[in-house]
């Protein structure tokens, strides 16, 4: 099923290169939407409650790497972001795209195809290759296709990602060499001694730091972001970013528990600090996509704040952050290519009043902001609700800084917002601009339905991640350090922190919005 | 004796000398003849390696030996030779009237190469390098009214002539000190003295050096930019392959046989040498504008990712030598390949990178493959050239080496930058001049050949690969 789902995309993109343009496109859209249904499929079958690695294939391919497929529920929520942002992706190029056409029909789907096998890989050495190899595809579409400064944003975004990924290489050489095997399931429960876990953690830090991205890497992104093609935007900002937080939950902190425990303070001061500088950046910003990128930044720091809370809120409160943020920001991207389409330009003074010619379009520009500011309701609020929760038992002044970013970004959305949507119509030509067309509304409605989905019942994407967490949790405990909450029992309910969250997890709309 | 161990440098000698003939009597008319005669002599001498009897002991009184490690060199080297001289013959009918003796100079010098990788004596060893370099520097100044050809040839002559006399110096220091030329009794003599000895340690520092000239290793890297960029471009092809590969399958058999009980003696040496190549080869490449030269600073920076391995040392290490040399030809050839396809539409050939520019549009098929080439070498995975780098490097871990790969990949991440920026040039610059169409056939095979072979489908043979590499080096030991 796993191989299915990387071949079919594969498979499609030798085909669509030797395709004429419209060909490519439909063949694209097709093995997308084909394997966005076997991803459905994949959840319709994935049993929450049993083994934690489902759909496991093993092949050996001699050498010492095996082509070893196998999921657990984090890995298939991400699986199914991929594939469902993907068809979106090929329709937001349909006519952006103009010219080499099958090239880049081809590039998204190799692109999608690594993807899949990066969240899907079981072997240490083809997660590797997965991860890198996703380095050539989006290397191209930014280098071919994006803006006027493609090519420094396109070295930018390979060598940064390139120099954080070879540390990673040295340390999984090293954990192979120490515990004698590449499988990943062996090697989170391997007991690596602590010392050695400290330079491993340093190392994979390296790669997922720069992939997520925290500060102070992340310049690459919003230059990469800002280059790219928006469905180049959608997928960096959808997927690729969200492999950063997926590997400190797949190697670091199940891998190097001691070490993870003692790195808390460092992740939690460089997250503090890129929730506030990123967010401040932001607020200035004249370009949209650069705006937004730099709320992606703000936004991930929720993900390593969560993460490195320690804790069962915090963790699966990172988690929805990364699937609500893949969806909102992807969205967000989308909302500036339907204008950039029009007028060609992302400076946000070049708008304003879009409300009176553009309602369908104000209406999901709304909804998607939002939901990036996390208004209750939507698929933002509860992630960053339950990862902010996660931080503050774990340490009060983390949570302080980490919730100064919710009202930043407010602040920085809402401005934006303000800015393109509201107040007078100054430009004429920004005023001439024609509505949502069928196809635009066909990329944004599914979006927005998974936003709210998300936002109000997040339990479905909750169930098939708890049991794994709840294995996570328990891999952490022996060398999770005491926090500074000292939880006492309240007067009518024993406050005990692992059903706290999903008591607000569920009740979400009812939930007090007083963080914002 | 057993001189079948033997029958493929006989069958390259005596070919080479009955096509000296034919070139001699039938002049630029037989260049057809030779070139698939000597094609047919390295596929012939390949099967013959094939079904060659191992023999366990040295042969010639000690002075080369039948292993499986020779074999499998030579495997590599007769291949690629072959590759070299059917890429050659197009290139030559073209623009040069007079090719009939080149496939006889390529025929000598893998005879050459053959006893360099079987050698376990200094005496084999340096007539080995000699015949092979011998050659070369022919090749080099192949075209004699090309001045840039012409000067090729010279540099390449003196500072090859300088080399081996620092060669031939610590050779003879090595015996005045140990009493013996073969290599069993030099590893004798150190394992006795140790290195406390200075004129063995003296020996062995000129010995090495020696080498790393003819491998092409900072800091004697200086000769072959200037080689590359001047010998015509199918000399070049042939430089950056099997004598390459030859240089560095001798200097593992010297340095793990020979040398091998003063390991903690070269391996500092080796390690710096395999650093400052990789990173060197990575720096300089930077400013190229031609594309000879910048591949000859790709291929400094790829013998410093070999030499990786060997300074992990033992079996392990050699293996992953071997394996990395597999490849790299595979890579290398590949590249040259495309690069002699490369003219404009006079038919010149065009060596310049900014002539590639906005290539992917109007050669889609062959940028392709050029640009597979390029993130092959730059080692991105899923192409073959990441999986090399990967096994030097977990042999070099498993020495505990663990700044020499922190370092060494680091380099890599700097060399990429040169690689991409090929496939920039390529994919993302507009169009420049115009370029022929078209090409050999049986070239545009080989290209797709190799292409395939480092596509992510070339990951199904290192099961094999790393099979017969192991088994070659087992028998070093």
């Not at chain 1, 496991?56 to 070893?68: F, K, M, P, R």
């Amino acid at each position: 099923m796993l191989s299915l789902m990387i071949l079919v995309p594969l498979l499609a993109g030798v085909i669509a290169l030797f395709l004429s343009a419209n060909g490519a496109r439909w063949i694209a859209l097709i093995a997308t939407l084909a394997n966005f249904a076997l991803g459905i499929a994949l959840w319709a079958t994935f049993d929450p409650a049993g083994a934690q690695w489902q759909f496991v294939e093993q092949i050996g391919l001699g050498g010492s790497v095996a082509w070893a497929l196998g999921i657990d529920g984090i890995a298939l929520m991400l699986i199914m972001l991929s594939v469902f942002l993907m068809p979106i992706c090929i329709g937001a190029s349909w006519r952006a795209i103009d010219r080499r056409v099958p090239e880049y029909m081809a590039a998204f789907l190799l692109m999608e195809a690594l993807m899949i096998g990066v969240f899907a890989a079981q072997d240490l050495l083809l997660f590797y290759i997965f991860f890198e190899g996703g380095l050539i595809p989006m290397y191209l579409i930014i280098g071919i296709w994006g803006g006027a400064e493609r090519i420094k944003a396109s070295y930018k975004f390979f060598l940064y990602t390139l120099a954080g990924s070879v540390l990673m290489l040295v340390a999984m050489l090293v954990m192979i060499q120490t515990a004698g095997t590449t499988s990943i399931p062996a090697l989170m429960a391997y007991d690596f001694a602590p010392g050695l876990q400290w330079w491993l953690w340093l190392a994979f830090f390296a790669s997922f730091a720069v992939k997520m991205p925290m500060w102070p890497v992340h310049t690459w992104l919003p230059d990469a972001h800002v280059q790219a093609p928006t469905a180049g935007s959608v997928i960096l900002a959808g997927v690729l970013l969200k492999m950063g937080g997926y590997g400190f939950i797949r190697f670091s902190l199940p891998m190097f528990p001691d070490a993870s425990a003692d790195f808390v303070p460092f992740v939690f001061v460089l997250s503090g600090i890129a929730v506030v500088v990123t967010s401040l950046i932001a607020l200035v910003q004249h370009d949209m996509k650069k705006l937004i990128a730099y709320s992606s930044v703000a936004h991930m720091a929720f993900v390593t704040f969560g993460l490195f809370a320690l804790n069962r809120q915090g963790i699966e409160g990172a988690l929805l952050v990364m699937l609500s943020h893949g969806l909102v920001s992807g969205a967000l991207f989308l909302c500036v290519g339907v204008i950039y389409d029009r007028l060609h330009t992302r400076e946000i003074a070049r708008y304003g009043g879009l409300a009176d010619n553009m309602p369908k379009y104000a209406l999901f520009f709304m909804l998607f902001t939002m939901a990036s500011v996390g208004l209750p309701g939507t698929s933002g609020f509860v992630g960053e609700f339950l990862s902010l929760v996660g931080t503050y038992e774990r340490s009060s002044w983390a949570g302080v800084v980490a919730t100064t970013g919710i009202i930043l970004g407010a602040a920085y959305m809402l401005f934006l917002y303000w800015r393109v949507v509201y107040g007078t119509q100054r430009n004429a030509d920004a005023a001439a601009m024609p509505d949502l067309d069928a196809r635009e509304l066909w990329l944004l409605a599914p979006i927005a339905a998974a936003v709210l989905w998300m936002g109000i019942y997040p339990e479905s994407f909750l169930r098939p991640m708890r049991a794994d967490v709840g294995r996570l949790l328990e891999r952490l405990e022996p060398s999770v350090p005491q926090s500074d909450a000292h939880l006492t029992k309240g007067k009518s309910q024993p406050a005990s922190p692992a059903p706290a969250g999903h008591v607000s997890a569920d009740h979400t709309p009812n939930a007090p919005a007083e963080s914002h | 004796m057993n001189f079948a161990a033997f029958v493929p440098e006989t069958l390259l000698t005596v070919g080479a000398i009955v096509m000296m003939m034919v070139a001699a009597f039938m002049g630029s008319r037989g260049s057809a003849v030779t070139t698939w005669g000597a094609v047919l002599l390295l596929i012939g001498a390949t099967f013959a390696l094939l079904g060659a009897p191992q023999s366990d002991g040295p042969i010639f009184g000690g002075l080369v030996v039948a292993d499986g490690f020779g074999a499998f060199g030579k495997m590599l080297i007769f291949l690629s030779a072959a590759v070299a001289i059917i890429a050659a013959h197009n290139w030559f009918e073209r623009d040069f009237e007079h090719a009939a003796e080149y496939p006889v100079l390529i025929l000598l010098s893998c005879v050459g190469m053959a006893v360099m990788v079987s050698a376990t004596s200094l005496m084999s060893l340096y007539v080995g390098l000699e015949l092979t370099s011998l050659a070369s520097y022919v090749l080099a100044a192949y075209r004699r009214s090309d001045d840039r050809s012409a000067e090729a040839g010279l540099k390449y002559f003196v500072l090859g002539g300088l080399a081996s006399g620092i060669l031939l110096y610590g050779i003879s220091l090595l015996y005045g000190f140990t009493g013996s030329i073969q290599f069993d009794g030099i590893a004798a003599a150190f394992a006795r003295d140790g290195t406390q000895s200075l004129g063995l340690l003296f020996g062995l520092v000129f010995l090495l050096a020696g080498l790393a000239f003819k491998i092409g290793a900072v800091p004697f890297h200086m000769w072959a930019p200037d080689v590359y960029e001047g010998a015509p471009t199918p000399v070049t092809a042939f430089f950056a392959t099997a004598p390459k590969a030859a240089a560095v399958l001798l200097s593992v058999r010297v340095c793990l046989d020979a040398l091998g009980p003063a390991i903690d003696a070269w391996r500092q040496i080796i390690a710096f040498v395999a650093l400052a190549s990789i990173i060197l080869g990575a720096v300089a490449a930077y400013g190229q504008t031609n594309l000879k030269r910048l591949l000859a600073y790709s291929s400094i920076n790829n013998v410093g990712f070999a030499l990786v391995g060997l300074v992990a040392g033992g079996a392990a290490g050699a293996s992953s030598v071997l394996f990395y040399m597999a490849v790299y030809l595979v890579m290398t050839l590949g590249v040259f390949l495309c690069l002699l396809r490369l003219r404009g539409e006079d038919g010149e050939p065009l060596e310049a990178i900014d002539s590639l520019s906005g290539m992917s549009q109007s050669r889609p098929g062959l940028a392709a493959a050029i640009a597979i080439f390029m993130f092959s070498l730059a080692g991105i995975p899923p192409l073959l050239g990441f999986w090399p780098k990967l096994v030097v490097f977990q042999a070099a871990l498993a020495q505990e080496l663990y700044l020499l790969a922190i370092v060494g990949f680091l380099g890599s991440v700097i060399g990429a930058f040169y690689y991409i920026k090929i496939v920039k040039v390529m994919y993302f610059d507009a169009p420049g001049r115009a370029l022929a169409k078209g090409g050999n056939r049986i070239e545009g095979v080989l290209i797709l050949l190799a292409a395939l072979i480092v596509s992510p489908l070339g990951y199904l043979l290192i099961g094999p690969l790393s099979e017969m590499t192991n088994n070659a080096a087992g028998s070093l030991f």
